[in-house]
C-alpha cells in the first residue's frame, strides 16, 4: 500500500469513528428525551383521569342534590346549578 492510499484509508476510518461516537451520542440524548415526553404523557393521562372521575362526581352530586337541600346549596356554592328536568310522559299507545 502507497503513502497515500494509507492516508486516506486511515482518514476515512477516523471519520467513521466520529460518526460511530456522534450516533452513539444521539441516540442517548434521544431516549432521555423519549423518556422525559413518556413521563409528561403520563401526567397529562393522569390529569384527563381525574377530570373524568371530577365531572362522574359533580354529575352524581347533581342527581342526589335533586332530593338534598344540603348537597344543592353545596354545588351552588362552587358555582354549579342544577337545573331539572321534567321527565317525558309515556305517548299514549295506538
Given at each position: ?31 432521555s ?49 342544577v337545573?331539572v ?10
Amino acid at each position: 500500500m502507497k503513502a497515500p492510499q494509507f492516508y486516506i484509508t486511515t482518514g476515512l476510518g477516523a471519520v467513521c469513528l466520529v460518526l460511530s461516537v456522534v450516533a452513539i451520542s444521539l441516540s442517548r440524548s434521544n431516549q432521555s428525551l423519549q423518556s422525559r415526553f413518556q413521563s409528561q404523557q403520563d401526567e397529562i393521562n393522569r390529569g384527563t383521569q381525574s377530570l373524568q372521575i371530577g365531572q362522574s362526581l359533580i354529575k352524581d352530586m347533581a342527581e342526589v342534590s335533586v332530593k338534598n337541600e344540603k348537597i344543592k346549596l353545596v354545588l351552588a356554592r362552587n358555582g354549579y346549578t342544577v337545573n331539572v328536568n321534567p321527565s317525558p310522559s309515556p305517548s299514549p299507545a295506538q
